[in-house]
């Protein structure tokens, strides 16, 4: 079993920064890739970020729409898993949910992303 906590969400103004951290407790070790997702409501809830397991070379993949403005990385030894977002804009708004896949998904309880002047 795998758990996931959220936080570092809240508001913030357009072109400005957050730092969300996703830390994992459980079964940590059979955790392999983890990632960000975000939800709007009454819209699917899309991938932002993903990276893989440090054996696996650590490797990063992120939605168009955030490529350049946000990074995602892991800290092995904090099992944690960080979304730095830069550049924020309205369209950035959304409860953003961490995702850890091991042998089965697990999900984060979310934490909200408001981009507003």
């Keep these: ?31 392999n890739t983890m990632g960000w997702y975000r939800q709007t409501p009454g819209k699917q809830r899309d991938l932002v970020a993903a990276i893989t397991s440090t054996t696996s070379g650590g490797i990063t993949r992120y939605a168009d729409s955030v490529k350049g403005r946000f990074t995602i990385s892991r800290d092995n030894a904090k099992n944690t ?20 896949e091991a042998y089965r998904d697990y999900w984060g309880q979310g934490t909200q992303v408001t981009v507003s002047s």
Excluded: H
């Excluded at 979304?83 to 804009?89: G, H, I, R």
């Design 1 to 31: 079993q795998v758990q996931l906590v959220e936080s570092g969400g809240g508001l913030v103004q357009p072109g400005g920064s957050l730092r969300l951290s996703c830390a994992a407790s459980g079964s940590i070790f059979s955790i």
């Design 81 to 100: 898993v960080y979304l730095q977002m830069n550049s924020l804009k309205f369209e950035d708004t959304a409860v953003y949910y961490c995702k850890a």
